[in-house]
Nanobody
């Protein structure tokens, strides 16, 4: 069983910054990738940023140049540094983990989400 817990969300003014953190626990043979998704009211969940175990990253076009995703492989944690925040960044942000478990089983796990609100 794998559990993900997000933290760091809150209320910030436009142009401000927030740093989200995700802590993974449970039995994991190896982590393939960790990433962040977000879902705004009335919209579907979308990818924000992802980082593989090898350090490769991928960002949504709206996040490029403003957001940075990072990982600590030894601690099984991931972070999302968000700068120059805009009102359209307002959403619930979810941590995602793709890992390889016993017998080579690949599984996809989600955190419960943390609210980010950008407003003046």
């Amino acid at each position: 069983q794998v559990q993900l817990v997000e933290s760091g969300g809150g209320l910030v003014q436009p142009g401000g910054s927030l740093r989200l953190s995700c802590a993974a626990s449970g039995r994991i043979t190896s982590i393939n990738s960790m990433g962040w998704y977000r879902q705004a009211p009335g919209k579907e969940r979308e990818l924000v940023a992802v980082i593989t175990s090898g350090g490769n990253t991928n960002y949504a076009d709206s996040a490029k140049g403003r957001f940075t995703v990072s990982r600590d492989n030894a601690k099984n944690t991931a972070s999302l540094q968000m700068n120059s925040l805009k009102p359209e960044d307002t959403a619930v942000y979810y941590c995602n983990l793709v890992g390889t478990m016993n017998w080579g089983r690949v599984a996809n796990y989600w955190g419960q989400g943390t609210q980010v609100t950008v407003s003046s």
